[in-house]
């Protein structure tokens, strides 16, 4: 007599719909890609933002009675002319002091048809050495932390106090070498030390103002170019008689 086992085989039904064709898989995810390509495709790009969100321009103190004492004065002025053109192009904030008016007269004559153009947010006569003085400290434009260029005179009198008070506040302080002087030029690399080592940025205006805008392709930027260009032969002239080997 002999034994038969037989065994059936087990089929389990659902094991071919358990799995999608790879097929299947590529068209879909090409579908999706293709979605996603033209969505990106017709979404416009994202306007290009400059570098500072926040920054502002202070003018310590240019004025007629300085004019014979401080140390390559008509260099500070054209640097500061430039910078008063770049603020007009870029919509900059800007804050002017002098320091006791009566005596030492206004700001020179040279920066005025400049400040015209631009929005002066404060032209304020002061005792204080500081710029940063509560009609200008008040001001909305220092409620968040700022971006601020200073040229003028005293390197390191007002322009050191000014700078310091601004830092203390929390704002980023950019010292324009080619744009602040004294009367002893000997104090100007000394009063640079000091403010870079307290956590000013000592650059020049040329630097600030690229620095600000971050990106060719903002809207300003052709404005600036041009700028550079009409202000170069003073930009030289600037360096060499203000910055030299200071820095």
């Not at 020179?108 to 002061?126: F, G, M, Q, S, Y």
């Not at 409620?143 to 003028?152: H, R, Y």
Request: aromatic share 6%; charged share 20%.
């Amino acid at each position: 007599m002999s034994l038969r086992v037989c065994f059936k085989p087990t089929i389990t039904p659902t094991l071919g719909r358990q799995f999608t064709p790879l097929a299947s898989i590529i068209s879909t995810q090409a579908r999706s890609y293709s979605i996603l390509n033209r969505a990106t495709m017709s979404s416009p790009a994202p306007a290009p933002q400059r570098r500072f969100q926040n920054p502002a321009v202070f003018v310590c103190d240019i004025q007629e009675k300085f004019r014979p004492a401080i140390h390559e004065f008509d260099k500070v002025i054209s640097t500061t002319s430039k910078l008063l053109r770049a603020s007009t192009v870029l919509s900059l904030p800007v804050f002017v002091t002098t320091q006791n008016r009566s005596r030492l007269g206004d700001t020179v004559a040279e920066l005025k048809p400049h400040l015209a153009r631009t929005t002066v947010k404060a032209d304020i006569d002061k005792t204080r050495f500081s710029m940063f003085i509560p009609p200008i400290l008040s001001d909305p434009v220092f409620s968040s932390p700022a971006q601020v260029a200073i040229v003028g005179i005293e390197s390191h009198i007002c322009v050191t106090q000014t700078a310091l008070d601004l830092l203390a506040a929390g704002h980023k302080v950019y010292v324009l070498a080619d744009g602040v002087s004294s009367t002893n030029k000997e104090e100007v690399p000394i009063a640079l030390a000091r403010l870079r080592q307290a956590g000013a940025v000592v650059t020049s205006s040329e630097s600030w103002i690229y620095e600000l805008m971050g990106d060719a392709a903002v809207p300003e930027f052709k404005g600036i170019v041009n700028l550079v260009k009409d202000t170069g032969n003073e930009t030289k002239g600037a360096l060499r008689g203000l910055v030299g080997s200071k820095i």
